[in-house]
């Protein structure tokens, strides 16, 4: 069965939670002109800001990691959104040096070892390649929402990341349900794998489809603690002032 059969369901105050996104997206692009960027995951939550972004002709520069460990289907979102909306997606991949050395030296499954070399590899794979992203821009959009994870139960509509860029959320409130209503609404292209019974998808080696009643990033880093599933894009963020 489809995610969108599944969970497309529509819930009472759809439409204001749809509203809110958007005003946050205009507020932010406003705020922000020439210096904002979505960073996309090109997971549904994304997707749908994507959409929104398109749209309603938003200012706001559409941009990925391409890690080098995705899954093909996810790498294959990149020239399906450039193509359904006609915008150009930027793309920033790991330095292949600095990926390669770190292959060499730690071994193709390195991530499985211990929580230190699988931090290591999102350092080299999407850390570094974010800051480049990230890079003379003042502010950039994401697709958090409150509840993917315990850990994100705290996440507001703008805060400020470490460098002091806004990071706006517009997704805070949205279920899962108002996700894929939004996708289902809106013909919104997304990753096939989401039929698969993976809600939060990453990095091919550290993704795995996740069982009935499982937490919502179960598949994600799933031979870690629960308290150790971020990658280090999402964490210690403030409100912003």
């Given at each position: ?177 108002d996700v894929w209503h939004y996708i289902a609404s809106n013909d919104v292209p997304y990753n096939p794998l989401h039929d698969q019974f993976m809600p939060s998808i990453g990095c091919a ?22 308290s150790a599933k971020e990658c280090g894009l999402h964490v210690s963020q403030k409100p912003a002032a």
């Open positions: 069965m489809s995610a969108i059969a599944l969970y497309g369901r529509k819930k009472p105050g759809f439409e204001d939670r749809l509203e809110a996104a958007l005003q946050a997206l205009k507020d932010a692009a406003a705020s922000h002109p020439g210096t904002i960027v979505q960073a996309t995951s090109l997971g549904a939550e994304d997707m749908v800001v994507t959409d929104l972004i398109a749209r309603h002709q938003l200012p706001i520069t559409i941009a990925t990691l391409e890690t080098g460990a995705l899954h093909a289907e996810t790498v294959a979102l990149i020239p399906r959104i450039e193509a359904h909306y006609g915008l150009k997606v930027e793309v920033y991949r790991p330095v292949e040096q600095a990926v390669i050395e770190f292959v060499q030296k730690n071994g193709e499954q390195a991530m499985y070892e211990s929580i230190a070399l699988r931090k290591a590899c999102c350092g080299v794979r999407k850390m570094e390649p974010l800051s480049r992203m990230l890079s003379g821009r003042s502010a950039w959009v994401t697709g958090l929402r409150r509840e993917q994870s315990n850990a994100r139960g705290e996440v507001r509509t703008v805060e400020a990341d470490d460098q002091g860029r806004a990071k706006i959320n517009p997704l805070v409130d949205w279920s899962w349900n080696p550290c993704t795995r489809a996740i069982a009935v009643g499982q937490e919502f990033r179960a598949g994600r880093w799933w031979w870690e603690d629960e």
